[in-house]
């Protein structure tokens, strides 16, 4: 008895459905790289550790980035994020009371505030004491300070130096401190309080200069990162990885102190 064959289109279902498995299996390989939130403060920093996990061999993550106080309003309203990186660690201990991770997490650095102006201005050589005072200076970018740590950070400054009232009605008000720096490093302000871990990279520094401010002027940026209760290997993996001394060194060249 001859074998009984299967038909041309038989033969051509066969052959996509073994190509599917083959596809498949190798996709299931890899796990998706976690979900992460993070402040906007580390759109640079964080895309170099996550580069460098993946060279490793982890599951690269999926970065999103915004202030603090909207990303935290995102989880408490059900946003699938493994990870949480916040420039004000209250909002995380927050989460971590109301039961959305295993523990309080951890802390990643200090983030620090500058004052940053385009290449060429008037207020470049002056301290930032004086910058912010001088008739020059019609238009400061600022974040939210309602929702946005480095927002609140430069209004105390700003508080701190006796110019708030001054200042209050007329800031230019950025969703986060990346936007902020952006309107300064198109034109769209003539200075900005903004985060030095993004002035300190490339794409900020060849066009303006900076300086930071000190400390005392504001309360300290202690960001804390959590991971989410229940989250999976990849989060986990890439959470130790952060610990790391490749990673805490780019975080150090960013500028957040431990």
Not at 74 to 102: N, Y
């Amino acid at each position: 008895m001859s074998p009984c064959l299967p038909r041309p289109r038989d033969r051509r279902t066969l052959l996509l459905a073994g190509v599917g498995a083959i596809f498949g299996g190798r996709a299931g390989a890899q796990p998706a790289g976690p979900r992460v939130a993070a402040a906007s403060d580390l759109q640079v920093a964080l895309e170099e550790i996550a580069d460098g996990f993946a060279a490793r061999g982890g599951a690269r993550p999926r970065l999103s980035y915004g202030s603090s106080g909207q990303l935290q309003q995102q989880i408490r309203q059900g946003a699938p994020f493994d990870l949480f990186f916040s420039a004000d660690e209250t909002l995380v201990l927050t989460l971590a009371r109301e039961g959305w991770s295993a523990d309080e997490g951890w802390v990643y650095g200090r983030g620090r505030l500058a004052l940053y102006v385009p290449q060429g201005s008037a207020l470049a050589g002056l301290p930032p004491q004086q910058a912010l005072a001088a008739p020059e200076l019609k238009r400061l970018a600022l974040a939210n300070p309602d929702h946005a740590p480095y927002g609140r950070a430069a209004q105390q400054a700003l508080q701190h130096l006796g110019l708030w009232a001054t200042w209050a009605p007329r800031v230019v008000r950025a969703e986060n401190v990346a936007q902020a720096a952006q309107f300064v490093a198109t034109g769209n302000a003539d200075a900005g309080l903004v985060a030095l871990a993004l002035v300190l990279a490339p794409r900020y520094a060849g066009r303006g200069v900076h300086q930071a401010l000190p400390e005392a002027w504001h309360v300290p940026l202690r960001q804390r990162l959590v991971r989410r209760k229940g989250s999976g290997e990849p989060a986990r993996a890439f959470d130790e990885y952060l610990r790391s001394a490749e990673a805490r060194a780019v975080l150090r060249r960013y500028g957040f102190e431990a």
